[in-house]
C-alpha cells in the first residue's frame, strides 16, 4: 500500500517536506527486509541530524536490506491524516510504517519522546511493546538520551546504546539471515550483540555494554549525503572529524559517554570531504566533532581544503572551538574575509565554578579570545553560560554579568559596533556524569536566579541576555533521570496531548499526568544516594562509576582534572581499550 497525499500537499505547510526524491534519496526495489528509521520531529530537524545521514548510506548499502526514513509531520498534516484515516508513512515509498520490518527511532533529546507514541498511534501500531504481535514490526531507537533507556523501554522492543555505525549494520544482516524467524527469536539473536537491550530478555539481569567504534578509519564513509530542497536548520554537508572529546567536562554527558577521544585521520577526513563536496554540491561543510579545533590536525585539514583550488569558494564551519586565540586564527582561516559571529562556552561567570565543572580556562583566555576575535573584524560575539550547577552560589550567578561586563569594556574601544549576547540555559544533570547525583533546580529556584540575572543585564548596553525555558529545563530533568514510573507519565501525557513540545507550551499537559500516575516530580529532581542503585547503572558504558564518583568530588574542590590526551584520568576506558590514549592519537 502506497499512501497519496497529492491533494492534501497544498493544504499544508511546507508540503515539501513530504515529498522526498531528495538528491542522493535511495529508492530500493529488491530487498528481504526493510526498515523505516524515524526521527521524532520535523523535517528541517530530522534532516540536520547526522546520525540519519550516516546511517541511510551505510544501511542501505547492506544486501537485501533497505532503510527509508520517516519524520514527525506538523499539526496540519496530522490533523489531515487523522481525518481521512491516513496512517504514519516513510518518506521515500509512501509505506505506512505498519508494514515495515522494523521501524527505528533517533532519539537525541528526552522532549521527544511523546512524538514517538504519536507516531506508532498514527501507524496503528500498538504503543507498548507487550500488545504487538507477529503482524507489527519490531520497534526500536537508539541515540544519545538511550543512555538511560528505562523510561521508553516499555514502548520498543530493542535498544542499540551507542555507536550505530557497526552494531547497526550487523543487526541489518541478522534480520536478513532471519527473515522468516519469529519475532522473539529475532530478538534472541540481535540480543546477542554488543549495545543491544532487549527489555523482555534481560531486564534486572544483564549489563549492556556500550557499542564503540574502534576505529573511525575503518568505517564506511557517507559520502552520499541526502541534499533537501527545503531550507534545515543545519543545511550543509557534515563530516565528523573524530569522535570522542578529551577535555572531560563534569556536566557534559556526551564527553562521557562517547569516550575514547577517536580520530579520524588527515587522509580519510580530506577524501571523505573531496567526494562529498562532489556528490552533494553543497558549498558550505562543516567540520563536526565535539571539540573540533582540539584534532590534532586541524590546521592541517584546514589549510589543505583551502589550498584546494576546486574548494576556493567553498565554505568551511567548526561548530565546537576551544577559547584561546589559536581558535581566533583557526577562525580566521575559515571565514574567507567574512565575520558573522564568533561562539564562546565559559559555561560559568566565576573561575571557582569552572573549576568545579573542569572547563579547564582561565578568565584570561576568556578576555584574549574576545579580544583577538574583535581585533579580527568580529561584531558580534555570543556566550554561553549555565546556572544551577552544582556548588554554584549567588555570586556564581552574579559573576556572569560581571564577566560579560568585562569582554564589553575591553572590546568596546575596540569597535563601537560590537553586539555581545549572554545564553543562559538552566543545569540539567544527565545519567553517566559526575553530576548524575546532583539536584536540580526547581521553579521558584530558576524564577529567583533567572530574575537576579535580568537585573543586572538591564543597566547594561549593547548586550542582550536571553534565558533558556525554564519549562522545558524542569520537564527535561524529570525524564532524563526518569524510571518505569516515567514512562507512564510520558504515556499519560501523549494521551492528554503533548507532543511537538519543543513549538509549544505543554506543562499544564505534563503537570496533569504526573498528578495522574501519581509521581512527586520533586524526587526526580532531588539528589541522589551516592550509594543507591541508579536506574541507568545496568548500562556498561565504559566508564567506573567509582571515577564518577571521585569526579564529584574533585567538583566540591574545585580541582582540576587533566584532559586525557595529556594524562590518563583512569576513568576505565582501558580495560575495553588498553591503547585508548593511542586511538586518541590518531594512532
Known amino acids: 500500500m502506497r499512501v497519496n497525499l497529492d491533494k492534501y500537499l497544498l493544504q499544508v505547510e511546507k508540503p515539501g517536506q513530504y515529498l522526498g526524491n531528495e538528491i542522493n534519496s535511495i529508492h530500493k526495489e529488491d530487498y528481504k527486509v526493510k526498515m523505516c528509521l524515524f526521527f521524532p520531529d520535523i523535517y528541517e530537524v530530522g534532516m540536520s541530524n547526522l546520525g540519519i545521514r550516516i546511517l541511510y548510506s551505510l544501511l542501505n548499502r547492506v544486501e537485501g536490506f533497505s532503510l527509508e526514513r520517516g519524520f514527525a509531520p506538523m499539526e496540519?498534516?496530522?490533523?489531515?491524516?487523522?481525518?481521512?484515516?491516513?496512517?504514519?508513512?516513510?518518506?521515500?515509498?509512501?509505506?505506512?510504517?505498519?508494514?515495515?520490518?522494523?521501524?527505528?527511532?533517533?532519539?537525541?533529546?528526552?522532549?521527544?519522546?511523546?512524538?514517538?507514541?504519536?507516531?506508532?498511534?498514527?501507524?496503528?501500531?500498538?504503543?507498548?511493546?507487550?500488545?504487538?504481535?507477529?503482524?507489527?514490526?519490531?520497534?526500536?531507537?537508539?541515540?544519545?538520551?538511550?543512555?538511560?533507556?528505562?523510561?521508553?523501554?516499555?514502548?520498543?522492543?530493542?535498544?542499540?546504546?551507542?555507536?550505530?555505525?557497526?552494531?547497526?549494520?550487523?543487526i541489518a544482516k541478522a534480520l536478513v539471515e532471519n527473515k522468516d524467524k519469529t519475532r522473539m527469536e529475532k530478538l534472541e539473536i540481535i540480543g546477542e550483540f554488543d549495545g543491544v537491550y532487549v527489555p523482555v530478555l534481560y531486564k534486572g539481569k544483564k549489563r549492556i555494554k556500550r557499542a564503540i567504534v574502534a576505529d573511525l578509519n575503518t568505517t564506511e564513509y557517507y559520502e552520499n549525503q541526502l541534499v533537501p530542497y527545503i531550507n534545515i536548520v543545519h543545511d550543509r554537508a557534515t563530516v565528523e572529524i573524530q569522535r570522542g572529546c578529551s577535555r572531560g567536562c563534569r556536566f557534559c554527558q556526551a564527553g562521557i559517554v562517547y569516550r575514547p577521544v577517536r580520530e579520524r585521520s588527515l587522509e580519510k577526513n580530506l577524501e571523505l570531504i573531496e567526494k562529498m563536496i562532489k556528490n552533494t554540491g553543497y558549498e558550505e561543510i562543516s567540520l563536526s566533532s565535539l571539540s573540533s579545533s582540539d584534532y590534532s590536525e586541524i590546521d592541517e585539514l584546514i589549510k589543505a581544503i583551502k589550498s584546494n583550488e576546486k574548494h576556493k569558494n567553498l565554505g568551511v564551519s567548526l561548530p565546537s572551538l576551544r577559547m584561546n586565540t589559536h581558535s581566533v586564527e583557526v577562525a580566521e582561516d575559515i571565514s574567507g574575509g567574512k565575520r558573522t559571529g564568533f561562539t564562546f562556552a565559559p559555561e560559568a561567570g566565576s573561575q571557582k565554578l569552572r573549576d568545579v565543572i573542569n572547563k579547564g580556562v582561565n578568565e584570561s583566555d576568556v578576555l584574549e579570545t574576545a579580544e583577538a576575535a574583535v581585533r579580527g573584524g568580529w561584531e558580534n560575539l555570543k556566550f554561553y553560560f549555565m546556572i544551577g550547577l552544582p556548588f554554584e552560589t549567588d555570586e556564581d550567578v552574579k559573576e556572569i554579568y560581571t564577566l560579560a561586563k568585562k569582554v564589553i569594556d575591553l572590546c568596546r574601544p575596540i569597535n563601537k559596533r560590537l553586539n555581545v549576547t549572554v545564553s543562559v540555559s538552566n543545569f540539567v544533570p544527565k545519567p553517566h556524569t559526575p553530576f548524575q547525583w546532583a539536584q536540580q533546580m526547581d521553579f521558584e529556584e530558576m524564577r529567583r536566579k533567572h530574575a537576579m540575572l535580568r537585573e543586572l543585564f538591564d543597566r547594561q548596553r549593547n548586550c542582550t541576555l536571553r534565558i533558556h525555558d525554564k519549562r522545558k529545563s524542569y520537564?527535561?530533568?524529570?525524564?532524563?533521570?526518569?524510571?518505569?514510573?516515567?514512562?507512564?507519565?510520558?504515556?499519560?501525557?501523549?494521551?492528554?496531548?503533548?507532543?511537538?513540545?519543543?513549538?509549544?507550551?505543554?506543562?499544564?499537559?505534563?503537570?496533569?499526568?504526573?498528578?495522574?500516575?501519581?509521581?512527586?516530580?520533586?524526587?526526580?529532581?532531588?539528589?541522589?544516594?551516592?550509594?543507591?542503585?541508579?536506574?541507568?547503572?545496568?548500562?556498561?558504558?565504559?566508564?567506573?562509576?567509582?571515577?564518577?564518583?571521585?569526579?564529584?568530588a574533585k567538583a566540591e574542590k574545585a580541582t582540576l582534572t587533566l584532559e586525557c590526551r595529556t594524562s590518563c584520568a583512569a576513568c576505565g576506558m582501558r580495560k575495553r581499550f588498553p591503547n585508548c590514549m593511542v586511538i586518541a592519537k590518531n594512532n
Request: with cysteine; charged share 30%; net charge negative.
Open 76 to 170: 496540519d498534516m496530522e490533523d489531515i491524516m487523522r481525518k481521512n484515516g491516513i496512517p504514519m508513512f516513510s518518506l521515500e515509498s509512501k509505506t505506512p510504517l505498519k508494514e515495515f520490518d522494523v521501524v527505528g527511532f533517533s532519539l537525541s533529546y528526552e522532549m521527544s519522546y511523546p512524538n514517538v507514541l504519536n507516531a506508532l498511534d498514527l501507524a496503528g501500531i500498538p504503543v507498548r511493546s507487550e500488545n504487538r504481535t507477529e503482524d507489527d514490526p519490531l520497534i526500536m531507537a537508539g541515540g544519545t538520551c538511550m543512555m538511560n533507556p528505562v523510561p521508553m523501554e516499555k514502548f520498543l522492543d530493542f535498544i542499540v546504546i551507542g555507536d550505530g555505525e557497526e552494531v547497526m549494520v550487523d
Open 475 to 552: 520537564l527535561e530533568g524529570v525524564i532524563s533521570r526518569g524510571d518505569e514510573r516515567t514512562g507512564d507519565v510520558i504515556e499519560a501525557a501523549w494521551r492528554l496531548g503533548a507532543k511537538l513540545d519543543d513549538y509549544k507550551d505543554n506543562l499544564y499537559i505534563w503537570k496533569k499526568a504526573i498528578e495522574e500516575v501519581g509521581i512527586e516530580e520533586n524526587e526526580y529532581l532531588a539528589p541522589r544516594d551516592m550509594d543507591a542503585t541508579l536506574p541507568w547503572d545496568f548500562v556498561d558504558i565504559g566508564v567506573d562509576k567509582d571515577f564518577l564518583k571521585k569526579e564529584l
